[in-house]
């Protein structure tokens, strides 16, 4: 082979397109193309229209590394919601307005439905009708008639890699203009940037325009400490995506999920918990490096994770986890839903549309029957009780959210059931915090009971589960009626005498521990309640669409049957001996998640200021140590797939 022959094939890899290895942050490649991307853009980043142009064209070429021939569908989006704006702009007509944006919303929400539900919705029809359609990749028959030649696969839709974050982004530009909260943006350069900006084009954060088109003009600057700041993100998300979220995969989640019965009860435990953990890392480190990234060329991204297990409660989860998405779906669903206000014709057509949809995903109307039962029954609730309405219209809002958002990750029975059970524990968070204390006792006494009695009666492993689980929250209760009963020391006036038997009260430094320790009660069972919500988010992961609901189901009935059935606890400690290395990566992960924010705050100012030698030695001494941990298939981000 000739060195010309070397030198092309090189450039032929360089530039094309490899399915099996998409363009990663965790890559040598990336960070090669990168540091010649900011090498370039150092030369003209005061000449702003330039600049922006340059970025967006770099950004579509990471896209095809991304994606390939998807490319082709970012362009359609970015072009059509450019001029859809312009057009909705020059209304004047409210009803006209209203059209264009809702015709916008079908086209981008439409082509979204056709990549990620043409499985489901195929099944659907067959099943209704009695048919037997395949499915069928419309597009890309067309684009093989466009190159006239067989290009593209037909028999099988294979979905964008980020196609749920840009599509997002495209209906908030186009809704936002529609309220008057932007103008469109007028130059195309400027918003294709803004709808494709590479570092967090594939997996978000989800940008809204109002964020991010002022400062498509500003002028560059990074002071030197924001310089550092931007390092420490890289590195924070490199540490969390390689060390925590690609070990624990590798060497534990990704072994067990894939065949629970091959586990015991135990390491069916351990892996949900640290899948708990690998999700998390995965996607904030996802978010921290495209931070740093965005940072170096003097753009910041919106904040998407705020140490979400440190949640005291499911609401506060939400509030913390992929916040960009939580904004967007209260913005965009749940506010025009009605909110907290009231319940609009959509409220109801999302809840015949859910028993549709949960009764074909399950294979029984019965489902569909169910949870008619329930609306009505609620229905009945909110005509006997005029003063509930508003708390029953705001938790129907809530949890029609949380299921659309479920949907929103894909068209599996397991999404639903995890979208749904995030909503029923935000639901039961807002009823809960209306209650006494007594009442709160009676109420888990009552369900502990009953778990109780199921448990033992019918020895089916989920009852086992939720008897544990009752019987922990009771405790937890048990503890902080306790607490509450207990007499607070008065202030003291100076001059004041002390009391005869003063001493026997509790001091305040005392009852402030007490309530650190009812606070971290709170975030251990949220912390609970959350990881069992991942094991069916888990078990609809990774699989292919045409299988997914029957392989997922499988896979989290397994796992519960493990978790809930008989344990042989003289096993537990070799089994955790076993695993030393995974659980203690695990501890060590969750332990540096819990540490309070200002010590973070503090430690990130401090490898900020360093002086530039020293940075690049301690970087570089991360490098090595990351290097470690790196497994030999690197491992793609989880929110690919969405």
Known sequence: MTLWDIIRDFFQSLLSFDQAHPLLFTQFYFWAFFALVFAVFSLFHSKVLLRNGYLFAVSLFFYYKTSGVFLALLLFVIVYNFFAAKWLHRLKSERGRSAVTALSVVVDLGILAYFKYAYFLTDFVNNLLGLHLQVHDVLGEWLNMLVGAEVFRVDAIILPVGISFFTFQAVSYVVDVKRRKIAPVGNFLDFGFYLSFFPQLVAGPIVRAVEFVEQLHKPYNLSRRWFGIAVFWIMNGLLKKLILADYLAVNFCDRVFENPLLYSGFENLSALFCYSLQVYADFSGYTDIATGVAMLMGFYLP???????????????????????????????????????????????????????????????????????????????????????????????????MLLGGLWHGASWNFMIWGGLNGLGMVIYKVWTKRTMTQKLGIIGLVTALCGTLSFTLHYPVWNMFFVWTLIILAGTVVKALIRRLPVKPAMTEGAAVMPGSASVMPDSDRASLRWLSRAWDIFQTFVFITFTRLFFRSGSN????????????????????????????????????????????????????????????????????????MALVVVLIIVFFYQFITADLQTFIYFQF
């Open 303 to 401: 904040k998407n994770f705020d140490s979400p297990y440190k949640a005291v409660n499911t609401q506060q989860f939400w509030r913390r986890w992929h916040m960009s998405l939580s904004r967007w779906l209260r913005d965009y669903l749940y506010i025009p839903l009605g909110g907290n206000r009231n319940a609009t014709p959509a409220t109801f057509v999302i809840i015949l549309a859910v028993a549709v949809f949960g009764s074909f995903l399950s294979g029984s109307w019965w489902v569909a029957f169910g949870v008619f039962v329930v609306a009505a029954g609620i229905g009945l609730w909110a005509w006997l009780r005029p003063g509930d309405r508003k708390l029953i219209t705001t938790n129907i809002n809530s949890m029609n959210t």
């Open 543 to 614: 699989l292919d669409p045409a299988l997914a609901n029957e392989q997922a189901w499988n896979t989290a009935k397994n796992m519960v049957n493990q978790i809930g059935g008989a344990w042989d606890l003289s096993l537990v400690p070799a089994m955790a001996w076993q695993h030393r290395a995974v659980l203690l990566v695990f501890l060590l992960g969750m332990l540096i998640h819990w540490l309070p924010e200002r010590f973070k705050r503090r430690y990130r100012i401090v490898f900020a200021r360093l002086p530039l030698p020293v």
